[in-house]
C-alpha cells in the first residue's frame, strides 16, 4: 500500500535536489567559462611578460612541480625554458591558445610571437591546477544544499504530515469503526476536499442502516407472520383429533405437512439470522458441555419416540461463544442424528479438550453419508439422494449450511467421518478453548466470513 | 380455572380456545394489551396466556404493569420471537414461563399444569404418577398408598423431577435445585440421592439419560 506522505516527500525531495543539481550545473559551467577566459588572459599576459623579460636569466626559477611551463623558439632552436618544460615543441608556433599534452598532464598552452626580438614565447598551464579554484567556489555553492536535504525533507515530512492530518483523521475515525456501527463520521473539523467524502460515506452509511433495519424488520415480521399461522393450525389439528377417527390417514398427512412446514420455515430464519451481515451477537463465556446437556434434555423425547439411545460424555469446556447460535448447531445436528438413525439406534454426543480444542462430537449409528458427499451436504438444500433421500425423512437440506454458517462464526472447524460404531457419521466440531483464568473474550467476529 | 387469553390473532386465539375448554379451563379471550389490563384489574382470571405481539402495547410492557399490582398472578408468555434475549427479557420482566411459536398442545398443557399447581389449590397439589403420589402441602410422597420416608433432600429431587414430568432435567438444573450457592457438592452426591430414591421407588421410575440427568415419565 502506497503512503500519500512518503510519495509527496520523496517527489518533492527529487524535485528539490535535482533543480538544486541543475542549478548547480549551470553555475560550474559558466563559472568554469568565467574561469578559463580570465586564465587565458594571465596566461596571454604571462607570455607577454616572458617575451619583455630577457630569456636567458628566467630560466632555472621555474621548478619542475610549477603549473607553469615555458619555452622560448627562435626558428628551430630552443633559445630558453622552464625545467619542467621538455626539449620538443610544446604547442605549434601558431598564435593563439591550444590544449596539449606533455610531461605527463594536459596543458593549456599559448603561443606568442615577440615581433621586435623574433621569437616565440610558448607559456604552458596545466589545466588540472588550474580549475582547481573554480571547483571549489562552485562546491561550496553545492554542498549546503546538498547538506540540508535531510533537513528540507524532515520538514517537508512534517509539513505534509500536518496538511494530511484531516485525511488521517478520517481514516482513522472510519477504522475505529465497529463492524456494525453505522452511525455518521463527524466532519466538523475535515477540510474542503474532505467534506465530500464524508458527505458521500454518510449517505452510504445512512443507506446501508435503512437496508439492513429493513431485512431485521422482515426477518422478525416473517417469523411472527409465519410462525403464528404455524400455530393455528398444530392447534387446530389438536382439535381435529377429537373429531375425527384415531387412524384418520388425512390427519396424519395433515400433522406430518404442518410439521414440515414449521421446520422449514424454522431452518430459514435459522439460516437468515445466522447470515453474517444479519447476525449481530455478541460472544460470551460458555461451558459447553452445560449447554449441550441442557439441549440433550430439551431434545430428549424425539430420540425415546425411536427408542434411539442418547448418550452424552464430557467435561465442563469453556468456549467463547454465542448460546443462540450454539443451541441452533447442536439442534441441527441433534436432529439430522435422530432423523437418519433407525429406531433403536444409538447416538453419542461428546465434548472433550485436547490441545487448546474443544471438541464437541455428535455421532451415530445411521445409515452414513458417502465419503464423497462430505463437501456437498454443507450445501444450502442439498440432500443425499435428493429429495428421494432414501430415510423417507421430510428435511429441506439447510441444517447443515446453517451449522457450517455458525462453524465459521466461532473460528471452529468442522470434519465428518464414519463414527466409531459399524455404520453412521460422526460430526466434529472443534473450537479454539478459553482458559478458565483468562476471560478474555475475543471481540466481535462479526464481520467477513467468506 | 379461569384463563385469559390476549392474543391478536382471532385464528390462534380461537382455535385456543376450542382447545382448552375441552380440557375443561374456562377462558376468556382479548385481542389488546388495553383490553387485557382492563379485564386483569377488573376481573382478575386465575392465569393468564400472554401474547408478546400485540397491536397496542408491546406484551412485555403489559407484563410489567401487570406484576406492579398483580405479584402471584402466573403469567405464561406466548410468543413468536423465538430468540434467547427475548426469553430472558420475558421472564426478567416477570413471566413464570415461556412457550414459543409454534409450540406443542402437549406442551402448552404440561406448562398450564405447573402453573396451576402453584396457584395451591387442594385439586392441584398432589401430583400423581404410576403409584407414587406427592403431596406439595404435605410435603408427603407415597408409594401405592403407603407413606414413604424421604430425607428433605431426597424430597426436593422428586418433586423437580415429578413436577417436570415427561421432560429431562439436567444434572446441573437438579444439583442447584438441591444446594444453595457456594455449598460444597461432592461429586456424586446425586447419584447417591437418586439411588435412594430408588431403593424406595422402585429402578423404573426414575430415567439416567447418561451424561445428560434424569427423568420421571409422564402419567
Avoid at chain 1, 92 to 120: C, E, H, I, K, M
Avoid at chain 1, 233 to 248: A, D, M, T, Y
Avoid at chain 2, 48 to 64: A, F, N, S
Wanted: hydrophobic share 40%.
Amino acid at each position: 500500500m502506497k503512503s500519500i506522505r512518503v510519495f509527496l516527500v520523496a517527489v518533492i525531495l527529487a524535485v528539490i535536489t535535482l533543480f538544486s543539481f541543475m542549478a548547480a550545473l549551470k553555475g560550474y559551467n559558466s563559472s568554469m567559462a568565467e574561469a578559463d577566459s580570465l586564465f587565458d588572459r594571465q596566461l596571454q599576459e604571462t607570455a607577454q611578460l616572458i617575451a619583455n623579460i630577457h630569456p636567458k636569466s628566467t630560466a632555472n626559477n621555474i621548478d619542475h612541480e610549477s603549473s607553469f611551463a615555458f619555452q622560448i623558439w627562435r626558428e628551430d632552436h630552443l633559445l630558453a625554458s622552464s625545467l619542467n618544460a621538455p626539449t620538443t615543441l610544446i604547442a605549434p608556433l601558431a598564435p593563439g591558445f591550444d590544449y596539449n599534452n606533455f610531461a605527463g598532464y594536459r596543458w593549456r598552452t599559448v603561443a606568442y610571437f615577440d615581433q621586435s626580438d623574433q621569437y616565440w614565447v610558448v607559456v604552458a598551464e596545466r589545466t588540472d591546477l588550474r580549475y582547481t579554484l573554480a571547483e571549489n567556489v562552485v562546491l561550496e555553492s553545492i554542498l549546503p544544499v546538498l547538506l540540508a536535504l535531510p533537513l528540507i525533507g524532515l520538514l517537508i515530512w512534517a509539513i505534509v504530515g500536518r496538511g494530511l492530518m484531516p485525511l488521517r483523521k478520517l481514516a482513522d475515525e472510519l477504522g475505529n469503526k465497529q463492524a456494525d456501527d453505522l452511525s455518521p463520521i463527524p466532519y466538523g473539523s475535515s477540510s474542503k476536499e474532505l467534506e465530500q467524502i464524508v458527505l458521500s460515506s454518510n449517505k452510504l452509511l445512512a443507506r446501508l442502516e435503512r437496508s439492513l433495519l429493513r431485512e431485521k424488520q422482515f426477518a422478525s415480521d416473517a417469523a411472527h407472520e409465519l410462525r403464528t399461522p404455524i400455530s393455528t393450525l398444530k392447534v387446530q389439528i389438536h382439535n381435529l383429533r377429537r373429531e375425527l377417527p384415531e387412524n384418520s390417514q388425512s390427519l396424519f398427512e395433515l400433522t406430518a405437512t404442518t410439521e414440515r412446514l414449521g421446520h422449514i420455515v424454522e431452518q430459514i430464519l435459522d439460516l437468515y439470522r445466522t447470515s453474517p451481515d444479519q447476525y449481530n451477537a455478541s460472544l460470551t463465556l460458555i461451558d459447553l458441555t452445560a449447554l449441550v446437556q441442557e439441549v440433550l434434555a430439551e431434545e430428549f423425547s424425539r430420540f425415546e419416540v425411536k427408542s434411539q439411545s442418547l448418550e452424552f460424555d464430557g467435561q465442563s469446556c469453556l468456549i467463547s461463544g454465542d448460546r443462540f447460535a450454539l443451541t441452533t448447531l447442536l439442534l441441527n445436528l441433534l436432529s439430522n442424528a435422530n432423523k437418519y438413525t433407525p429406531a433403536k439406534g444409538q447416538i453419542n454426543v461428546s465434548v472433550n479438550e485436547t490441545d487448546g480444542q474443544v471438541v464437541l462430537k455428535v455421532e451415530d449409528s445411521g445409515s452414513g453419508i458417502p465419503e464423497q458427499h462430505y463437501q456437498a451436504v454443507f450445501e444450502r438444500f442439498y440432500r443425499v439422494g435428493g429429495d428421494r433421500h432414501q430415510s423417507g425423512e421430510p428435511g429441506c437440506g439447510l441444517g447443515l449450511a446453517i451449522v457450517e454458517r455458525i462453524v465459521e462464526f466461532h473460528a471452529a472447524s468442522i470434519a465428518i467421518e464414519p463414527s466409531s460404531f459399524t455404520t453412521g457419521t460422526a460430526f466434529l466440531i472443534s473450537f479454539p478453548a478459553v482458559q478458565g483464568d483468562s476471560v478474555s473474550v475475543p471481540g466481535r467476529l462479526h464481520n467477513k466470513l467468506s | 380455572m379461569q384463563i385469559l387469553l390476549v392474543e391478536d390473532d382471532h385464528a390462534l386465539a380461537s382455535a385456543l380456545q376450542e382447545a382448552l375448554r375441552q380440557q375443561d379451563y374456562a377462558i376468556n379471550v382479548v385481542a389488546s394489551g388495553e383490553a387485557a389490563l382492563y379485564v386483569i384489574s377488573t376481573d382478575p382470571p386465575d392465569l393468564v396466556i400472554l401474547d408478546l405481539g400485540l397491536p397496542d402495547i408491546d406484551g412485555i410492557e403489559v407484563l410489567k404493569r401487570v406484576r406492579q399490582k398483580e405479584h402471584d398472578l402466573p403469567i405464561l408468555l406466548l410468543t413468536a420471537r423465538a430468540q434467547v434475549e427475548d426469553k430472558i427479557s420475558g421472564l426478567d420482566s416477570g413471566a413464570d414461563d415461556y412457550l414459543a411459536k409454534p409450540f406443542e398442545m402437549e406442551e402448552l398443557f404440561a406448562r398450564l399444569r405447573v402453573l396451576a399447581r402453584r396457584l395451591n389449590t387442594s385439586k392441584t397439589a398432589e401430583i400423581a404418577i404410576g403409584e407414587v403420589s406427592l403431596d406439595i402441602n404435605l410435603k408427603t410422597v407415597s408409594l401405592g398408598g403407603t407413606e414413604l420416608e424421604l430425607s428433605r433432600k431426597e424430597y426436593m429431587l422428586l418433586k423437580s423431577l415429578m413436577e417436570n414430568a415427561g421432560r429431562v432435567q439436567t444434572r446441573h438444573t437438579l444439583e442447584s435445585r438441591l444446594y444453595s450457592w457456594g455449598e460444597e457438592v461432592a461429586s456424586n452426591a446425586l447419584e447417591v440421592h437418586i439411588h435412594h430414591l430408588r431403593k424406595k421407588l422402585g429402578s423404573d421410575f426414575i430415567k439416567t439419560i447418561r451424561g445428560v440427568g434424569y427423568k420421571v415419565q409422564q402419567p
